[in-house]
């Protein structure tokens, strides 16, 4: 039975994410960014009991404490070769931010323009390879838009499909991009050659705002584009109330 309770954007999208590890198992959740944290916590307290979370340092948690808040109850320590460990062995599902993002799923977040003489320097590459090619790697994006949705990205970080497929098997064996998942909806690769799919809208969004907001062309299905699944009424007692009552999800994805 769904929510009685009006849900917010950024309350769709803390759902969004926390069903990117539904039926994960015994997995390591890596949540990059306030909504992907919120939703993992979440998922932990309802459907996926088995996720591992951590203090976002080198310790895994026992218990799920609110956004920000101290972990009171410790289950081990995750030094970096561990963590190191988990990735190469795809015990890990990580979702990572997105400076710019492709129709096959290729991530840029190293540097804006020509590589030998970039417009702005972001992050670095730091481990995206290792993550796409290695475990399970879906993106967040706060605000959807044809700066990060590009046609091609300036330079490959994350490894999309159609260069893990040029690579080879060694490249294709662990790589996954379950989802992306922004501001104004959900997406995948479920189509014939791995190309971004739009899978639902949150509420309140048309197809042709996601199209005015992508800089390549999505594939929509010929059906109606389903909503994302409203919280239920218990996940909104736990997002306001528990995980996160200081409401930083709004920050993150503010009222549209």
Not at 6 to 19: G, K
Not at 26 to 40: H, Q, R
Not at 199 to 209: A, E
Request: proline share 7%.
């Amino acid at each position: 039975m769904g929510s009685t309770v009006t849900a917010t954007r950024a309350e769709y999208c803390v759902v969004a994410c926390a069903e990117a590890w539904r039926g994960a198992g015994e997995v390591l959740a890596s949540p990059m960014g306030t909504v992907p944290t919120i939703g993992a916590r979440l998922a932990r307290l309802t459907f996926s009991p088995e996720l591992l979370l951590t203090d976002g340092e080198a310790l895994l948690i026992g218990d799920v404490p609110a956004v920000g808040a101290k972990a009171e109850v410790v289950e081990g320590w995750l030094p970096y070769r561990g963590h190191l460990a988990l990735v190469a062995s795809g015990r890990r599902h990580v979702m990572m931010g997105a400076s710019q993002l492709d129709r096959h799923g290729n991530q840029n977040i190293s540097c804006i323009g020509d590589w030998a003489r970039p417009e702005r320097q972001l992050l670095g590459v730091r481990g995206a390879p290792v993550n796409t090619l290695n475990n399970p790697t879906s993106y967040w994006v706060p605000k959807h838009s044809k700066r990060v949705f590009v046609e091609r990205v300036d330079m490959v970080s994350g490894v999309g499909y159609d260069r893990a497929a040029a690579a080879g098997p060694s490249a294709t064996r662990y790589h996954r991009i379950p989802e992306v998942i922004t501001d104004l909806g959900v997406f995948d690769f479920e189509t014939p050659d791995r190309s971004m799919r739009l899978r639902s809208l949150h509420p309140g969004v048309t197809v042709d705002q996601v199209r005015e907001a992508t800089g390549f062309a999505l594939v929509v299905p010929e059906d109606d584009v389903p909503y994302t699944r409203a919280p239920e009424p218990e996940e909104l007692r736990l997002i306001r109330q528990v995980i996160d009552p200081k409401g930083l999800r709004e920050r993150e994805v503010p009222a549209a």
